[in-house]
């Protein structure tokens, strides 16, 4: 039997990002699933690929940012595509804060996420 992703899945993958809950995030990412990044060399950004990678990614970011948190968060699911519409906040290290909306596309294999694209809006940090 086939497990279905359903938009409350999404809601719970979101609400492990505001608790900075790894096991949480991560619990609806197959193995071998790939992470485009916001921001990166790349036209795409940068490639994350296979779950471990992509949890040192996410947990870099808290690192990074330690009040992260993904606001509004809004979700759908149809077939084997899925979206996701948030508004990121975040305070780094030296006091610069970014506020943008974003969305995540996803593809999902088996009810788990297999790609996960992220876009957010390019907006400039500002002082807190």
């Known amino acids: 039997m086939t497990k279905t992703l359903t938009a409350q899945d999404l809601a719970d ?3 492990a ?5 790894i096991d949480g995030v991560m619990t609806h990412f197959a193995d071998d699933c790939v992470f ?13 690929e296979g779950k471990e ?12 940012m330690k009040d992260a948190h ?14 996701s519409e948030w508004t990121f906040s975040g305070t780094d290290a030296d006091g610069m804060r970014v506020e ?4 995540d596309l996803f ?5 788990l996420l297999t790609v996960k694209q992220a876009l957010r809006k390019s907006r400039p940090m500002f002082k807190a």
């Open 13 to 15: 993958t979101f609400d």
């Open 17 to 21: 990002f505001n608790r900075h809950d």
């Open 36 to 48: 485009y990044t916001v921001g990166g060399d790349e036209k795409f950004g940068n490639k994350v």
């Open 53 to 64: 990678a992509i949890a040192a990614a996410f947990s870099a970011v808290w690192a990074g």
């Open 70 to 83: 993904w606001d509004h968060h809004s979700h759908f699911v149809h077939g084997d595509r899925a979206v």
């Open 100 to 103: 943008a909306e974003g969305a």
């Open 107 to 111: 593809t999902v294999r088996d009810g």
